[in-house]
C-alpha cells in the first residue's frame, strides 16, 4: 500500500464550472477526510466519512460542495460552479478505526485547484 | 469550536542545534495531538502523537510535551537538519466532538546551515 492518493494533483478551472477530486485511502482504513487548506493557513476540516456514511460536515460545505463514498473505498468531492474563493488545495486523509479512537490520520499529497 | 493557535510563526535554526516549537490549545476536552511537518506542495506527514493521559513522548529525535494545566503542547527537535525544514502544524482531536482534527496555523522552521 502506497499511501493515500489524491487526483488530480493539479486541476485550474474557470469559474462556474465543476470539478471533482478523487481520493483513494489507505486499504482498511474506514475512516475518511476531506479538508481545504489556503496559503499560510492550517488544513480546515470540511467533511468526514465512516465506511460509506458521510457522518460529519462542516459549515464551510457549502451546498455547491458534495462529498460521496459509495462502496466505503474511494471518494470524491465535487464542486459545482466554482469559485475564485474556492481555490485552495483539497486534502484528503484516511485512518483506521484502531483499538480505541487515538489513531493517526494519513494525508495525501492534496489536489491544488485554481479557479480562474 | 476548538481553538489551536502556534506562538511563533516563524523560527531559524543553526543546523545542528535543537529546536523547539510551541503550541497552544483551548478545548481542554481534548485528548488526542498530533505533530504534523508538511513541506512545500505536499500534504502534512505524521511525526509524533500524543494521548492527554501522557505528558511526554519521545520519538526518533523528536520529543513531544503536553501541559494539561496550561492547554500547551511542544515539539522538539533534537540535532535541526536542513532537511527540517517545513512548516510544523500541531493537531487536536476533541473528546466528544467527532473525529476532525483542528489545525493550528503552522509554524515555519527554517534550518540554517
Known amino acids: 500500500d502506497t499511501g493515500v492518493s489524491q487526483n488530480p494533483r493539479h486541476k485550474i478551472t474557470k469559474r462556474g464550472q465543476n470539478v471533482t477530486f478523487r481520493c483513494d485511502p489507505i486499504?482498511?482504513?474506514?475512516?475518511l477526510y476531506w479538508y481545504r487548506q489556503t496559503l499560510g493557513q492550517g488544513p480546515e476540516f470540511l467533511t468526514y466519512f465512516q465506511n460509506e456514511a458521510q457522518l460529519e460536515k462542516s459549515r464551510l460545505l457549502s451546498d455547491r460542495f458534495s462529498a460521496e463514498r459509495p462502496k466505503g473505498s474511494f471518494s470524491t468531492l465535487e464542486i459545482q460552479r466554482t469559485e475564485q474563493g474556492d481555490s485552495a488545495m483539497y486534502l484528503c486523509?484516511?485512518?483506521?478505526?484502531?483499538?480505541?479512537?487515538?489513531?493517526?490520520?494519513?494525508f495525501g499529497q492534496g489536489t491544488r485547484l485554481t479557479v480562474v | 469550536g476548538e481553538s489551536v493557535g502556534l506562538h511563533l510563526p516563524t523560527l531559524s535554526v543553526q543546523e545542528g542545534d535543537n529546536s523547539i516549537i510551541n503550541c497552544a490549545y483551548s478545548?481542554?476536552?481534548?485528548?488526542?495531538f498530533i505533530w504534523y511537518k508538511q513541506e512545500s506542495g505536499k500534504g502534512p506527514q505524521f511525526i509524533i502523537d500524543i494521548r492527554s493521559n501522557m505528558d511526554k513522548r519521545q520519538g526518533q529525535r523528536v520529543t513531544v510535551l503536553l501541559n494539561k494545566t496550561v492547554k500547551h503542547l511542544s515539539l522538539q527537535i533534537a540535532a535541526t537538519q536542513p532537511g527540517d525544514s517545513a512548516v510544523y502544524f500541531c493537531a487536536e482531536k476533541g473528546r466528544g466532538t467527532g473525529n476532525q482534527f483542528y489545525f493550528g496555523t503552522g509554524t515555519s522552521l527554517t534550518v540554517i546551515p
Open positions: 478545548n481542554s476536552a481534548s485528548d488526542y
Open positions: 486499504s482498511e482504513h474506514n475512516r
Open positions: 486523509a484516511s485512518r483506521s478505526l484502531g483499538s480505541g479512537d487515538d489513531t493517526e490520520a494519513f
